[in-house]
């Protein structure tokens, strides 16, 4: 009887021991996956950024063709390439990168400087003739509207960590 009772405060002992070291497991154990999770998080917004920085650049080289085309003097095409700039800062105007490099009402003033040459091209097109000081306004803005892009893909880049 007093070996059963001596075994059954060891049996004790060691599960308090047992319990013990669980406990210090569970513990590590949380603070393994709080670094991974707070690793993960760090990862995605590196990844956001870099998505970012490759569809600001994108935008950017929209913009570039747009002036390309409006060199010609092709205001079907220019047309074109106008709507397409319009189209792809719309897309990106909304994602959370986009949001990171500048606000709303910021895009929001881009997106209408591309949609006035977009109108005024498409009405020049569908006559087939631009007065030569619209033109010009035209092609500054492009300008404008390029330089901008350029600077916005600066601050991505930065944000991004500057690859």
Do not use: P
């Amino acid at each position: 009887m007093e070996y059963l009772m001596i075994a059954g405060s060891i049996a004790s002992i060691i599960g308090v021991g047992g319990l013990v070291i669980a406990l210090i497991q569970l513990h590590r154990t949380k603070t393994a996956a709080e670094a991974a999770r707070t690793s993960a998080e760090q990862t995605l917004d590196r990844i956001s950024g870099i998505v970012g920085v490759a569809s600001i650049e994108q935008i950017c080289n929209r913009s570039r063709q747009l002036l390309l085309v409006m060199g010609t003097k092709n205001l079907s095409g220019s047309a074109t390439a106008a709507l397409e700039l319009s189209e792809c800062i719309a897309k990106f105007s909304g994602s959370k990168a986009a949001k990171e490099i500048q606000g709303d009402e910021e895009w929001q003033a881009l997106l209408n400087m591309v949609d006035e040459i977009n109108e005024a091209l498409g009405a020049a097109a569908a006559i087939n003739r631009i007065d030569t000081s619209l033109r010009d306004h035209l092609n500054r803005l492009a300008r404008k509207i390029h330089s901008q892009l350029n600077s916005l893909t600066a601050i991505a880049t930065d944000k991004a960590g500057g690859f």
